[in-house]
T-cell receptor, first 113, second 114 residues
Framework: GDSVTQMEGPVTLSEEAFLTINCTYT??????LFWYVQYPGEGLQLLLK?????DKGSNKGFEATYRKETTSFHLEKGSVQVSDSAVYFC????????????FGKGTTLSVSS | DAGVIQSPRHEVTEMGQEVTLRCKPI?????LFWYRQTMMRGLELLIY????????DSGMPEDRFSAKMPNASFSTLKIQPSEPRDSAVYFC????????????FGDGTRLSIL
């Protein structure tokens, strides 16, 4: 079945370091891909998305490129801040009406000053 | 615009009691999702509705769990009787369409069953 695999955390970085969180997926067809972020005590928020191969989603300095050849959607940021500390979820959708998102298990990011 | 509103934010109750969680989706969204989040199992989809009709409840763990959506602006998730292993954070989310549309999450209900 369809699935999403994320790198296990926690990821611990110093402020201004480069961030990569790996995400790979298994799905038939052409899914849409998403990154969500969850700050402590809050629900998930959409961070960025890409709907077709080679699309690049970006928001708040974060980027991810939809790579169909490697079935990947890695999240990157050039310079992290303490305020980026959160749990990051990769997700996919097959796009048909009546289908739900499939989430990865989440990766915890901790940034120290 | 108001986001997805869940109540209560926190619930502590004793094993065997009935628990009711509530959700008000964003106006105009025709899909509503209930999730459960735990450290062990991560984020699990329990059930989702389209236009107030349950579409997929295969994630509901047991018959003790039930969900309803009597109208477009309200949904409940009920656990009866509750057990300690039901302790988790329960999220409600809504979207303006299934599939490729992003979901908007509430802040969740942290449930503790003693």
């Amino acid at each position: 079945g369809d699935s999403v695999t994320q790198m296990e955390g926690p990821v611990t970085l110093s402020e201004e370091a480069f961030l990569t969180i790996n995400c790979t997926y298994t799905a038939t067809g052409y899914p849409s891909l998403f990154w969500y972020v969850q700050y402590p005590g809050e629900g998930l928020q959409l961070l960025l998305k890409a709907t077709k191969a080679d699309d690049k989603g970006s928001n708040k300095g974060f980027e991810a490129t939809y790579r169909k050849e490697t079935t990947s959607f890695h999240l990157e940021k050039g310079s992290v801040q303490v305020s980026d500390s959160a749990v990051y979820f990769c997700a996919l959708s097959k796009g048909q009406a009546g289908t739900a998102l499939i989430f990865g298990k989440g990766t915890t990011l901790s940034v120290s000053s | 615009d108001a986001g997805v509103i869940q109540s209560p934010r926190h619930e502590v109750t004793e094993m065997g009691q009935e628990v009711t969680l509530r959700c008000k989706p964003i106006s105009g969204h025709d899909y509503l999702f209930w999730y459960r989040q735990t450290m062990m199992r991560g984020l699990e989809l329990l059930i989702y509705f389209n236009n107030n009709v349950p579409i997929d409840d295969s994630g509901m763990p047991e018959d003790r769990f039930s969900a309803k959506m009597p109208n477009a602006s309200f949904s409940t998730l009920k656990i009866q009787p509750s057990e300690p292993r039901d302790s988790a954070v329960y999220f409600c989310a809504s979207s303006p369409g299934g599939g490729r549309q992003p979901q908007h999450f509430g802040d969740g209900t942290r449930l503790s069953i003693l």
